[in-house]
């Protein structure tokens, strides 16, 4: 039989969520060094001490939406590289749907490329380093059975490319986000040439 979570644990998940969703937007909108703890709180109307009760700094709530997205990245992953597709379908579904994820929410998939505390004691960062290990184990294993329907080199160390894979993939769509608007090119056009260069890498 299903549990009704206590009010207060209902209450806390409600206050979460609205603090990790203003807080994107004012991020999006303003810049995180621009946006204040004091105007988090006004958006949300939760006071600051009841915020700090959950999100103990700036710092926290960004790496908080870090967490997010990398989680949504993950089931991506799960969701792409998996099934019945040719290997190179499966490979470009991958890399345009975290394309997509990164071009309507730009600030917090970015925010999944920083560093973070090495701190173990803290759920979230055990979150975030599970979510990391699981995609680079979803591309292993899309790389594993590329090299057994004969679509992969024999020799590729699997664990080394799927990192650069990874760190290839969200660093290229990063960039064309990040400059689009600034030069004259074709972002779309761009990273598909790139995603195909990539592919190649590993055949």
Known sequence: MLKRKPLKERLAEIHN??????????FEEKGYEATTMDEIAYVTGISKTTIYAC????????????????????????????????????FFDFCFAIEELFTVHPFSCNATLGNFPIDDDQQLYRRLKAAMLDILAEIERFLEGGKQDGRVIN????????????????????????????INFDSRNYTKKAFTMLLTSVR
């Not at 969703?21 to 004012?26: D, F, G, T, Y």
């Not at 290839?168 to 960039?175: A, H, P």
């Open 17 to 26: 969520l609205s603090v990790l969703m203003a807080a994107e937007e004012l």
């Open 55 to 90: 999100f103990k700094s700036k710092e926290f709530i960004k790496d908080s939406l870090a967490c997010k997205y990398l989680e949504k990245m993950r089931d991506i992953a799960k969701e792409t590289l998996t099934g019945n597709k040719c290997f190179e379908e499966k």
């Open 155 to 182: 020799d590729l160390d699997l664990s080394a490319a799927a990192i650069m894979l990874w760190s290839s993939i969200t660093g290229v769509i990063s960039m064309c986000i990040n400059k689009e608007g600034s």
